[in-house]
């Protein structure tokens, strides 16, 4: 257990649904991450949110709406998906006034878009 | 763009061995580098970080090193267990504020009983 949780673990959808995955953090942390795992490619950063407000949208297209109310959850909304969006989606957080620190990752939800 | 590659994609051995992960990065103008651990279906557990300004870190039997200059970082996990058996990432941080991480795809670790 990181602190971090995520709810659902697992979630199966079709193109036309609209579903949200959440994220919570006990660890008193101010900055939250949304991260793509998709098979045979490397994470990438989807959102960074410092401090409730989004600083950074990697290009990610606007079927994935990010929410942030307050320091310890964050969402991400997801409509009108592709097949090619089905990937393990990871949250994080961090202290983002410690440089130094590490990031801590939730277990994941795993996303099947049919 | 900063890329992170690691090698090898899969490793299989047989318990008790030692053996090296490797990491590599494309700029070498980095915060610092860390590896994770990653077991299926699961999160991501940081294992070792290792700041620009330091050489290595260890942890147990893990022992990870950074060359910055060159770009790379090295895994040593000594006397391999069965429990070892996962995905192992290295992530690079880039500087900034915002804390951005690249990683590379990953070595899947095989330690046979």
């Known amino acids: 257990e990181t602190g971090v949780t995520q709810t659902p673990r697992h979630l199966v959808m079709g193109m036309t649904n609209k579903k949200s995955l959440k994220c919570e953090q006990h660890l008193g942390h101010n900055a939250m991450y949304w991260y793509k795992q998709s098979a045979k490619k490397p994470l990438e950063l989807m959102f960074v949110?410092?401090?409730?407000?989004?600083?950074e949208n990697n290009s990610v297209p606007s079927r994935f709406s990010p929410e942030c109310p307050n320091s310890s959850h964050l969402f991400l909304h997801l409509h009108t998906l592709q097949p090619e969006d089905s990937a393990l989606y990871l949250c994080?957080?961090?202290?983002?006034?410690?440089?130094?620190?590490?990031?801590?990752f939730g277990p994941g939800t795993r996303l099947t878009v049919l | 763009k900063q890329e992170v590659t690691q090698i090898p994609a899969a490793l299989s051995v047989p318990e008790g061995e030692n053996l090296v992960l490797n990491c590599s990065f494309t700029?070498?103008?980095?915060?610092?580098l860390q590896w994770f651990r990653q077991d299926p279906g699961k999160g991501l557990t940081s294992l070792l970080l290792?700041?620009?300004?330091?050489r290595e870190q260890t942890s147990g039997r893990l022992n990870a090193s950074l060359d910055k200059s060159s770009g790379r970082s090295t895994l040593y996990i000594a006397a391999s267990q069965p429990g070892d058996s996962a995905t192992y990432l290295c992530?690079?941080?880039?500087?900034?504020?915002?804390?951005?991480?690249?990683f590379g795809k990953g070595t899947l670790l095989t330690v046979n009983p």
């Open positions: 994080a957080s961090r202290n983002a006034d410690r440089p130094a620190d590490t990031q801590y």
């Open positions: 949110y410092s401090l409730e407000e989004r600083v």
């Open positions: 290792i700041q620009s300004s330091q």
């Open positions: 992530a690079v941080r880039s500087g900034g504020s915002n804390y951005k991480l690249t």
């Open positions: 700029d070498s103008a980095i915060y610092n």
